[in-house]
């Protein structure tokens, strides 16, 4: 079921109770445009980050954010086929963005951008880097003991590492990338994927495996114990030690992503969006983001958090020189064959 809600100046004055400690300004010396902006993101913590910091700093300049979540592919999709979107920014996966440039996503005037300490390599033609990501090869530490997984081969090894593992149910989840990995294939090398040798190597531990389709189920699985591995989102595996799992992160071989924030195809609030992509990229929003979640942020000049046991799951923050990057453009190309395969496997 849709969720909105609007967030106005005077929920935020008295909700938040938050005091911005920067202004924001729009590059070109623009002000905020006034008037409402609808964001399509996942909700949550982050959705909570974003209200104390980016929607507040816009609702001091007039503008409010209408927010509905989930980020719906599918009805973005039917939006801009049907010429009247009514959502403005979405939040996505980078290779999306790209995929999706010009169709379902505006492309960007950059000029309107503001990149202060961003990497510009990461601004593409329709996307903008909003936090940075990896899939981890999390475990129960109480399970394992003295004897704990080293490698994503090992994580692939139910016979010397007996248990259940955990993987989220979607070709996008790294599945495919780190059973190539763990058949020795070169992190520099593993595309185009290779699925046949992929998924010889996810039949090892398809007795063992647990299929997840959402985040809260993840969270779940790990405190419970359900699951003794998982292939994890840093945020959901913190929330699961944040609630009492020991568990613990092989940093070898983690798989960096980040997402995107894409403007919509036929956006009906285009200066709004651009300030609502501005506000979410700069130094307050993606400071708090680091202070409450495992994420590290493309804007260099946000300052990390502290909190050691945020900083335990940050990839950024456990950088080993084994960490593998995402092939964008690939994925860009091939989610669809991707899933194909995916889906035949799992159904198998």
Same mark, same amino acid.
């Given at each position: 079921?849709?969720?909105?809600?609007?967030?106005?100046?005077?929920?935020?004055?008295?909700?938040?109770?938050?005091?911005?400690?920067?202004?924001?300004?729009?590059?070109?010396?623009?002000?905020?445009?006034?008037?409402?902006?609808?964001?399509?993101?996942?909700?949550?913590?982050?959705?909570?980050?974003?209200?104390?910091?980016?929607?507040?700093?816009?609702?001091?300049?007039?503008?409010?954010?209408?927010?509905?979540?989930?980020?719906?592919?599918?009805?973005?999709?039917?939006?801009?086929?049907?010429?009247?979107?009514?959502?403005?920014?979405?939040?996505?996966?980078?290779?999306?963005?790209?995929?999706?440039?010009?169709?379902?996503?505006?492309?960007?005037?950059?000029?309107?951008?503001?990149?202060?300490?961003?990497?510009?390599?990461?601004?593409?033609?329709?996307?903008?880097?909003?936090?940075?990501?990896?899939?981890?090869?999390?475990?129960?530490?109480?399970?394992?003991?003295?004897?704990?997984?080293?490698?994503?081969?090992?994580?692939?090894?139910?016979?010397?590492?007996?248990?259940?593992? !955990? /993987?989220?149910?979607? $070709? +996008?989840?790294?599945?495919?990338?780190?059973? =190539?990995?763990? #058949?020795? @294939?070169?992190?520099?090398?593993?595309?185009?994927?290779?699925?046949?040798?992929?998924?010889?190597?996810?039949?090892?531990?398809?007795?063992?495996?647990?299929?997840?389709?959402?985040?809260?189920?993840?969270?779940?699985?790990?405190?419970?114990?359900?699951?003794?591995?998982?292939?994890?989102?840093?945020?959901?595996?913190?929330?699961?030690?944040?609630?009492?799992?020991?568990?613990?992160?092989?940093?070898?071989?983690?798989?960096?992503?980040?997402?995107?924030? !894409? /403007?919509?195809?036929? $956006? +009906?609030?285009?200066?709004?969006?651009?300030? =609502?992509?501005? #506000?979410? @990229?700069?130094?307050?929003?993606?400071?708090?983001?680091?202070?409450?979640?495992?994420?590290?942020?493309?804007?260099?000049?946000?300052?990390?958090?502290?909190?050691?046991?945020?900083?335990?799951?940050?990839?950024?923050?456990?950088?080993?020189?084994?960490?593998?990057?995402?092939?964008?453009?690939?994925?860009?190309?091939?989610?669809?064959?991707?899933?194909?395969?995916?889906?035949?496997?799992?159904?198998?």
């Amino acid at each position: 079921m849709r969720n909105r809600r609007l967030i106005s100046a005077l929920a935020l004055a008295t909700a938040v109770g938050f005091s911005a400690t920067g202004c924001f300004a729009t590059v070109g010396g623009e002000s905020a445009s006034g008037g409402t902006v609808v964001f399509a993101n996942t909700g949550g913590a982050l959705a909570s980050i974003f209200a104390e910091t980016a929607y507040k700093q816009l609702a001091e300049q007039g503008v409010q954010v209408a927010e509905e979540s989930p980020n719906n592919e599918a009805k973005l999709t039917a939006m801009v086929e049907s010429g009247s979107p009514t959502w403005d920014v979405f939040y996505s996966s980078p290779y999306r963005t790209v995929a999706k440039c010009d169709v379902l996503f505006e492309k960007l005037d950059k000029s309107r951008i503001n990149t202060a300490g961003l990497d510009p390599a990461q601004v593409t033609d329709c996307g903008v880097p909003v936090l940075k990501s990896a899939f981890l090869l999390v475990y129960n530490a109480d399970k394992y003991g003295d004897h704990p997984p080293q490698s994503w081969a090992d994580f692939y090894d139910p016979t010397n590492f007996p248990g259940t593992r !955990g /993987i989220m149910n979607y $070709a +996008k989840d790294a599945g495919m990338e780190t059973a =190539l990995l763990a #058949a020795g @294939v070169p992190g520099d090398q593993l595309y185009p994927l290779d699925y046949e040798r992929a998924f010889a190597t996810l039949d090892k531990i398809r007795p063992n495996v647990r299929f997840f389709d959402t985040g809260a189920q993840q969270t779940q699985a790990l405190e419970s114990g359900e699951v003794d591995m998982m292939l994890a989102w840093p945020g959901r595996a913190y929330e699961a030690a944040k609630n009492g799992a020991d568990l613990k992160v092989v940093w070898n071989q983690p798989l960096y992503y980040e997402d995107s924030l !894409g /403007i919509v195809k036929g $956006a +009906k609030n285009l200066d709004a969006a651009y300030e =609502l992509i501005n #506000a979410l @990229v700069d130094v307050p929003t993606q400071e708090l983001i680091m202070q409450r979640q495992p994420y590290g942020s493309p804007n260099a000049n946000a300052k990390p958090s502290d909190d050691p046991l945020i900083n335990s799951f940050i990839a950024t923050s456990n950088v080993t020189g084994t960490e593998v990057h995402r092939d964008n453009e690939w994925w860009a190309a091939n989610l669809d064959e991707a899933t194909r395969q995916w889906t035949e496997w799992v159904n198998r």
